[in-house]
T-cell receptor, first 112, second 113 residues
């Protein structure tokens, strides 16, 4: 099993550009989530999903969109990137409510 | 609402000394609690977790944590620090439905020889 995979590993955008961060898992997990990590702020929950077709907002959802058309994939979309979205983004999945989350390797995003 | 407070953004210990990283939580439901570690330029690795049952939880690399409901705490300890323990440590609590995590701001552990 590859576990949780994320692409790309690094990305540089200009303000106003759009892009999609990809996340996939091959563990047949129902729960998937996106976090951003900033120095001194820990990890903050952006959006999460409890199954195909079902998503919900986390702590810091503004500026990000998600959808979940399959169990395996959970892409994160930035419609109009801003410098405040410069961060490291982690995707995670879990198979059982209350169980640990398995994390991907992260995407380092810089918005100029 | 769920929240986590980690006391001390930076903790420094000598090799062989006791490691104590503090975590307090707030939860409107019985909590599921976790400690993750992140080594420099790497992803997150689960150290240990508390779901139900025994309140003293043992994890990897000699770490353990004790769930104290009366104090709403889940402090992480290790009897003897090693240089390889230098990393950032995150305490987390499950959201109400148990479908995602709410993290603390992290504690950076430095270990000196």
């Amino acid at each position: 099993n590859a576990g949780v995979t994320q692409t790309p590993k690094f990305q540089v955008l200009k303000t106003g550009q759009s892009m999609t961060l990809q996340c996939a898992q091959d563990m047949n997990h129902e729960y998937m989530s996106w976090y951003r990590q900033d120095p001194g702020m820990g990890l903050r929950l952006i959006h999460y999903s409890v199954g195909a077709g079902i998503t919900d907002q986390g702590e810091v959802p503004n500026g990000y969109n998600v959808s979940r058309s399959t169990t395996e994939d959970f892409p994160l979309r930035l419609l109009s990137a801003a410098p405040s979205q410069t961060s490291v983004y982690f995707c995670a999945s879990s198979g059982v409510a209350g169980n640990e989350q398995f994390f991907g390797p992260g995407t380092r995003l810089t918005v100029l | 609402a769920q929240s986590v407070t980690q006391l001390g953004s930076h903790v420094s210990v000598s090799e062989g000394a006791l490691v104590l990283l503090r975590c307090n939580y707030s939860s409107s439901v019985p909590p599921y609690l976790f400690w993750y570690v992140q080594y420099p330029n790497q992803g997150l690795q689960l150290l240990l977790k508390y779901t139900t049952g025994a309140t003293l939880v043992k994890g990897i690399n000699g770490f353990e944590a004790e769930f104290k409901k009366s104090e709403t705490s889940f402090h992480l300890t290790k009897p003897s620090a090693h240089m390889s323990d230098a990393a950032e440590y995150f305490c987390a609590v499950s959201n109400q439905a148990g479908t995602a995590l709410i993290f603390g701001k992290g504690t950076t552990l430095s270990v000196s020889s």
